[in-house]
């Protein structure tokens, strides 16, 4: 397994070019099921996560090409309806081929996602948003089986915003019979950009980037072509590196629209944030202050970017109160960055972060994805080495994090163990 190694105390300078989103990317690859013909997408990034829901298209029979950031796919002859555990239980955002498949074949068989590091993570909104679309739904031995001859349009209120869900229903509902509206719908870009492909692809969608959407089912979807939007986490990740380290980094490939909430808080710490069309330029302020995050659905503060901040506010003058209201267990790394000498508590969804003079380099153990991001981030302002294992979680998500990241000036690398 490998691990990354981090050399602490080099200011970041310089230009990165942000990735395309994985977000974005998961459920665009899989909306390819719901056509024949070939899809073609681009600005992939290249991440294993992106690779598994690759592998799943090819066991449903899809044919999948890939060179460099475009990836085609051709999904005209499915031979399969199954997502096996084995490559479920490796990310469960193949759940996203549920939906597709009971609209494009009348059946599929998925393996449901146990809950993860992070969170107990259920999927009972998106079965009760297929079933609500007509379909029948068992769970037996371990996998959800859902059937339907044609879906209905129907009216789904989701208890509870989430992102993925929004995104299973809409492509369920693109092929259903009638009128369907989601309520409570994610507004996440992610579910705006699939939205955006289904509707190239002859689907009618209105409201996606609402609470409310409205989808007018159609009996057939064609190919298209679409480019991937850009990571806005992985951007957001980069902007505070610079932040963190009193650095000047310019990102490119961004858009710096779905960034708000996160270049709010940034200039509240004292860091300086400059929007150039598709371009963001941080430069760091004098000291880092302390402000107090809340993690909420977009356009709130993402939980995505929570762990990060947390590293910044770890270095901030002053205390930070930080809560997490998406996910009941995404503190995992509290732990870990304690250990680098950051003086948190935790009780309940609050941490409580009193920022300190310094961290001090540790051999540490990445958790989930933003987790091993935060560590990598903390490794960069520690005094001496940092060593992260079990980098796997990061490479789902970061598309060569340690080469953009010495682009800019990290004393970063990789150990093969
Ligand atoms: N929830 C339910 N029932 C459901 C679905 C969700 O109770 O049927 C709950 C979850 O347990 C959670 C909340 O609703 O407490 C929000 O979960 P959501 O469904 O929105 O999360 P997700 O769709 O599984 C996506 C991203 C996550 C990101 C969250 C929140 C993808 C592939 N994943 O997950 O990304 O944290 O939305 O924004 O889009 C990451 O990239 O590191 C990551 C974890």
Redesign the pocket.
Request: aromatic share 4%; net charge negative.
């Given at each position: 397994m490998d691990k990354i190694v981090v050399e602490g105390g080099n200011c970041l300078t310089g230009t990165v070019a942000i990735s395309g989103a994985?977000?974005a990317a998961?459920?665009i690859l899989a909306s390819a099921l719901l056509t024949d013909g070939m899809c073609t997408f681009t600005n992939v990034p290249d991440l294993q996560?992106i690779r598994s829901i690759l592998l799943l298209l090819e066991s449903l029979g899809a044919t999948v090409t890939s060179d460099a950031h475009t990836v085609a796919i051709d999904a005209t002859n499915l031979a399969a309806s199954e997502a096996p555990y084995d490559l479920v239980r490796k990310m469960?955002?193949s759940i996203?081929v549920l939906c597709p498949l009971v609209a494009r074949l009348g059946h599929a068989r998925v393996s449901l996602p146990g809950g993860c590091a992070?969170?107990?993570?259920?999927?009972?909104?998106?079965?009760?948003g297929l079933e609500r679309l007509g379909a029948t739904i068992d769970i037996r031995h371990g996998y959800v089986e859902a059937r339907a001859r044609r879906l209905k349009g129907a009216d789904i209120y989701f208890?509870?915003?989430?992102?993925?869900?929004t995104?299973n229903i809409m492509m369920a509902a693109a092929l259903a019979d009638g009128v369907s509206v989601l309520r409570n719908a994610?507004r996440?870009p992610?579910v705006v950009a699939l939205a955006d492909v289904l509707v190239k692809m002859g689907a009618s969608i209105q409201g996606a980037g609402t609470a409310v959407i409205t989808i007018n089912g159609v009996k057939e979807l064609r190919p298209t072509q679409t480019e991937i939007i850009p990571d806005r986490?992985e951007a957001g990740t980069f902007m505070v590196a610079a932040a963190l380290t009193g650095g000047d980094v310019t990102l490119t490939h961004c858009q710096p629209a779905h960034l708000s909430a996160v270049c709010d808080k940034l200039q509240q710490t004292g860091a300086n944030v400059e929007i150039q069309g598709t371009s963001l330029r941080i430069t760091a302020g004098q000291a880092i202050g302390s402000v107090d995050v809340r993690t909420q659905?977009?356009p709130g503060f993402?939980?995505?970017m929570q762990a990060q901040f947390m590293v910044l506010m770890s270095c901030a003058e002053g205390q930070s109160i930080i809560k997490e209201t998406?996910?009941?267990n995404r503190f995992i790394h509290v732990s870990e960055l304690r250990r680098l000498g950051a003086d948190i508590t935790v009780s309940g969804d609050t941490a409580v972060v009193r920022g300190v003079k310094s961290l001090f380099g540790a051999p540490v153990m990445a958790s989930?994805?933003?987790a091993s991001a935060s560590l990598v981030l903390a490794g960069l302002v520690a005094e001496g080495v940092t060593e992260i294992n079990r980098v796997y979680h990061i490479d789902r998500?970061y598309e060569q994090i340690e080469d953009k990241m010495r682009q800019i000036g990290a004393s970063i690398w990789r150990e093969k163990m």
């Open positions: 994985k977000n998961l459920p996560d469960r955002a996203l992070i969170g107990a993570r259920p999927i009972n909104l998106h079965l009760k208890d509870t915003v989430t992102v993925t869900g995104e994610a996440e992610e986490i659905t977009y993402p939980t995505d998406i996910f009941e989930d994805l933003r998500g």
